[in-house]
Nanobody
Framework: QVQLVESGGGLVQAGGSLRLSCKASGRTFSTYAMGWFRQVLGKEREFVATTTYTGPNNYRADLADSVKGRFTITRGNAENTILQMSSLQSEHTAVYYC???????????????????WGQGTQVTVSS
């Protein structure tokens, strides 16, 4: 059974930083795409960042334009992905979800429906 478990969310003041981690289990994730989305109550879930497999131990990072320069995504190993968030502002407040995709992409990896597996989410709240 595939499980994605996020950690690292919480309350932070504007201008601060947070590091979100996602740990995957249940199978081998070495060729999976793993990424992050976020959702604000009443709004659609939106793409934040992802890592896609490009070869043995190699992953390509892709970030939404809105977070470039503030966020970075890394793949610690096949089962872990890290979202480092800096210079946080109130607009970054959301529930952040880890996602994983095993199948060949038929739609953009920036699309919610490109991912088969999801974590429970972790709340990030930025106070101004």
């Amino acid at each position: 059974q595939v499980q994605l478990v996020e950690s690292g969310g919480g309350l932070v003041q504007a201008g601060g930083s947070l590091r979100l981690s996602c740990k995957a289990s249940g199978r081998t994730f070495s060729t999976y795409a793993m990424g992050w989305f976020r959702q604000v109550l009443g709004k659609e879930r939106e793409f934040v960042a992802t890592t896609t497999y490009t070869g043995p131990n190699n992953y390509r990072a892709d970030l939404a334009d809105s977070v470039k320069g503030r966020f970075t995504i890394t793949r610690g190993n096949a089962e872990n992905t890290i979202l480092q968030m800096s210079s946080l502002q109130s607009e970054h407040t959301a529930v952040y979800y880890c996602a994983a995709a095993s199948t060949v992409a038929t739609v953009s990896r920036r699309a919610v429906n490109s991912y088969q597996y999801w974590g429970q989410g972790t709340q990030v709240t930025v106070s101004s």
